[in-house]
């Protein structure tokens, strides 16, 4: 990062999707964001990895609820000394997420994260940051290729986005880096609310698109054209080179996974 350039502010979605998580009622726990990993909650691991960085600010913590957030001595004690700006969750992620932006100053640019992301680290969120701000775009996300996810973590079932160049799995890292990019979360809001009406997400997102797209003729970059004329945004993509970046803690087998992973670190760290 030059002196020129902003550090990025920081959106870190905390909120439940829905009441009783299963992932966290397995672990225990109120919510999700709070679920121990190698004995330490996923939104401290997330924010230990943002606070490592050197691309970002200050956090803006959306969620959870400030009652989950005082059951937390660390995540509270974070918020009293200004480490960790909160707001209240909004209904949905897209909703958080617009909120969120909408309070912050125009002048940075924004990376958003999720806090079940329990095995972000520093130089991913540097990484991704970086290439963010050379990309050009408006609006950005963070993929990985699935063949190398698949090749680090043999029979763990991710997500895979399909296209005719390869799989892309997402890695829960977005930047917005123009003010005209925030319009994103708009757009995603306008998705989001019509999830359980397919045909109407088909229709905002255009028919020849999906189309194509469920016939195998799109690329990543045919996408991301679509998409920015869609949007009219410059859209772009970070291929992210770990694997790691592209899990997390959807279902009670990604929590056993990140737990083995970690603690496969752990023990080849001990012997060297």
Not at 186 to 212: A, C, H, S, Y
Request: aromatic share 4%; glycine share 6%.
């Amino acid at each position: 990062m030059t002196s020129a350039s902003p550090p990025f502010s920081v959106v870190l979605l905390a909120g439940d999707r829905q009441p009783g998580d299963p992932v966290a009622l397995h672990a225990g726990v109120s919510c999700k964001a709070l679920i121990p990993v190698s004995g330490r909650a996923m939104v401290l691991r997330v924010l230990d990895a943002l606070q490592g960085a050197h691309e970002v600010s200050m956090p803006t913590l959306v969620g959870p609820s400030m009652a989950a957030v005082e059951g937390n001595a660390e995540l509270a004690e974070q918020l009293r000394s200004d480490q960790v700006r909160w707001m209240a969750p909004q209904e949905t992620p897209s909703t958080s997420a617009f909120s969120a932006l909408q309070s912050l100053s125009e002048e940075a640019p924004v990376l958003l994260t999720t806090a079940d992301h329990a095995l972000l680290t520093p130089e991913m969120v540097d990484h991704f940051c970086s290439k963010a701000r050379e990309s050009g775009c408006d609006v950005v996300a963070g993929v990985a290729r699935h063949e190398l996810v698949a090749e680090a973590f043999p029979g763990s079932r991710r997500t895979v986005t399909k296209l005719n160049d390869g799989g892309y799995c997402g890695c829960n890292l977005f930047a917005f880096l123009t003010p005209q990019g925030r319009t994103a979360a708009d757009f995603w809001r306008k998705v989001e609310k019509e999830r359980k009406n397919p045909l109407r997400v088909i229709k905002i997102i255009g028919w020849t698109t999906v189309l194509r797209y469920l016939l195998g003729q799109l690329s990543m970059d045919q996408v991301l054209v679509r998409l920015s004329k869609k949007m009219q945004l410059r859209v772009g993509v970070i291929r992210m080179p770990f694997a790691e970046a592209a899990v997390d803690v959807d279902k009670i087998e990604d929590l056993l996974l990140v737990e083995s992973i970690l603690a496969d670190k752990q023990q080849k760290a001990a012997t060297l």
